[in-house]
């Protein structure tokens, strides 16, 4: 990262990683198998070279680009007042309205880890995921009548449910609404837990 004397992110840094992941998400959503750091950096108007010193790859730009969506996503959890259920609901209609924006360069970041190791490992992506859904499935866990314990657990179903490809997959197959596609992952989600529950 290239900072001035103060320790900030120079303007020129912010504007040309800006840039380049702007150019990132319109290259995934025009062709998702042929991203190279080329094509973005021509897409972005900046030299290969330059876009090498922010970013070592494509995978770090991809992955850059998704933490941006999940910080979106964190800033507008922050600000919602429902609580509970609603509370979930409502995150989880923003969560769908984004990967309607976002969904194309959100699915080419797949880890062969699986969501509970790299949670456990602290990985950047997923502990960003997390940071956003723990308030809002704490909640739910409550209303439910489960425990906190099981907080780990419920995000990994919500990891497998609310996936930004199936979600996709689902609204572009089925023809529904977002709103639709909202109250039925939420009705699987919410039937999920509690079988999960009763299983013990």
């Not at 103060?6 to 198998?33: H, K, Y």
């Amino acid at each position: 990262m290239i900072t001035n004397q103060g320790g900030r992110m120079r303007s020129d840094t912010r504007r040309n990683q800006r840039r380049l992941l702007e150019a990132a998400s319109e290259i995934v959503r025009e062709s998702p198998d042929d991203v190279t750091m080329q094509k973005i950096a021509a897409r972005a108007e900046i030299a290969v070279a330059t876009a090498y010193r922010y970013f070592s790859s494509v995978d770090e730009l991809l992955a850059a680009y998704m933490v941006n969506v999940i910080g979106q996503l964190q800033e507008y959890c922050d600000h919602a007042t429902g609580q509970g259920q609603a509370l979930f609901e409502d995150v989880v209609g923003e969560w769908i309205r984004l990967v309607g924006v976002h969904g194309p360069a959100l699915v080419q970041l797949r880890s062969r880890r699986g969501f509970l190791e790299r949670l456990q490992a602290e990985d950047a992506l997923i502990t960003a995921v997390a940071g956003v859904w723990r308030r809002p499935v704490r909640q739910l866990l409550r209303d439910l009548g489960m425990l906190d314990a099981e907080l780990p657990y419920a995000l990994f179903l919500y990891n497998m449910i609310f996936d930004p490809r199936e979600i996709l997959d689902l609204t572009a197959e089925s023809g529904w609404t977002a709103a639709n596609v909202q109250a039925r992952l939420t009705a699987c989600y919410l039937g999920a837990l509690r079988a999960w529950r009763r299983a013990d």
